[in-house]
């Protein structure tokens, strides 16, 4: 359907896609990811805290399931007040950049326990940045490098905790 608007004519997005209600599927997000950190922050509790000296194997998690459940909640109150707001659903490109970032998240989970965080987390944030530094490939293999030592050293060196190195 073509609009004319004081004698522009524009083309409608409900030509291309159908408009979805953003702020319902936003609260309902955000209630699932609370439900999810919830579950995180009661494994993490199990986990050693350690001192302040000495931070202990728990104190990453235990802050990450409190970040977590705090952006849950702004993110249900975010989608409740803003419940009558529509959009249309990505295409084209950016569909195609949704759902590549999609699928490396959901390989990361698989080879996560395989791998282990010292190859993992490299791999996968030298892929995202493949995904986001159109055709720089050098640099994407920058950050999944600088990405690899950065956990190595955050880990091992400032928390002196060792990450589940997987089969390797």
Known sequence: MTVTN???TEDTAAEHTTPINVGRWRAYAGGFCFLLFAGYLLEATTLPTGSAS???AG????VVGIGGLLVAVVVVIEGLRSRD??????KGRELRHVLMFVGTLVLLALVLPVLGLYIAAPLYAGSIAALLTAGKRWRAALIGAVVGLA???????????????GIF
Not at 85 to 90: K, N, R, S, V, Y
Not at 151 to 165: D, K, M, N, T, Y
Request: glycine share 10%; hydrophobic share 45%; net charge negative.
């Open 85 to 90: 707001e529509t959009e249309t659903l990505p």
């Open 151 to 165: 956990i190595s050293a955050l880990f091992i060196e400032v928390l002196e905790v060792q990450l589940p190195r």
């Open 54 to 56: 000495s931070p202990g």
């Open 6 to 8: 004081g004698g522009v």
């Open 59 to 62: 104190l990453f998690p235990l």
